[in-house]
């Protein structure tokens, strides 16, 4: 069956490190992914779109990596900001299909 | 440009009772979605809308139903009610119907349904 997978365990980091996420899915051909942030009590807010032929995606701080062989999208933070504190959503889009979204994952950044 | 609005925010209902969400979108976008948000399960698709056809629909059982009108205005129904219907029910509109202009969700703030 599908799945899209992202560490339910929040991530606790310092201020002005990088924060790293990860999202793995099974028995998706994606045509694209996208990342959400969402704070508690609002909807998600989008970030950033990756196509499946793109390896890369860069916006001010944010990073996203796309690996079709793995299956697998890395989310980056750099420089992490106590603001940066929410629950980051990874979701996928295959063709003719609905987005789909994972469980998210909470991050945590210290002063 | 006013953001996806979604009336009401907060609602209170008791088993067997029907409730109707409403949503507003952006300005301009033609497409709604509805999705619902809860800790076990995360954000789930319902459906989605487009120039008043339903075009898209999630696992989700018949109690679950949904319209969009003229104006793009979308309202979701949920009939006979249960307690596991207790979740953030969250609305999104995208500008168009090309594959470029329907990638990005703008969502709105989400109705809080507690079920009792």
């Known amino acids: 069956s599908q799945k899209i997978e992202q560490n339910s365990e929040a991530l606790n980091i310092q201020e002005g490190k990088t924060a790293t996420l990860t999202c793995n899915y099974t028995?998706?051909?994606?045509?694209?992914l996208q990342w959400y942030r969402q704070d508690p009590g609002r909807g998600p807010v989008f970030l950033l779109l990756?196509?499946?032929?793109?390896k890369e995606k860069r916006k001010e701080r944010l990073k996203v990596t796309f690996d079709t062989t793995l299956k697998q999208s890395l989310f980056h933070i750099t420089a992490s900001q106590p603001a940066d504190s929410a629950t980051y959503l990874c979701?996928?889009?295959?063709?003719?299909?609905?987005?789909?979204f994972g469980g998210g994952t909470r991050v945590l950044v210290k002063p | 440009k006013a953001g996806v609005t979604q009336t009401p925010r907060y609602l209170i209902k008791t088993r067997g009772q029907q409730v109707t969400l409403s949503c507003s979108p952006i300005s301009g976008h033609r497409s709604v979605s509805w999705y619902q948000q809860t800790p076990g399960q995360g954000l789930q698709f319902l459906f989605e809308?487009?120039?008043?056809?339903?075009?898209n629909k999630g696992n989700f059982p018949g109690r679950f139903s949904g319209r969009q009108f003229s104006n793009s205005r979308s309202e979701m129904n949920v009939s006979t009610l249960e307690l596991g219907d207790s979740a953030l029910y969250l609305c999104a509109s995208s500008p168009s119907s090309n594959r470029q202009g329907r990638e990005t969700q703008y969502f709105g703030p989400g109705t809080r349904l507690l079920v009792l």
């Open positions: 028995n998706y051909s994606p045509a694209y």
């Open positions: 979701a996928l889009k295959a063709a003719g299909n609905k987005l789909t």
């Open positions: 809308y487009f120039s008043e056809t339903q075009r």
């Open positions: 990756i196509r499946e032929n793109e």
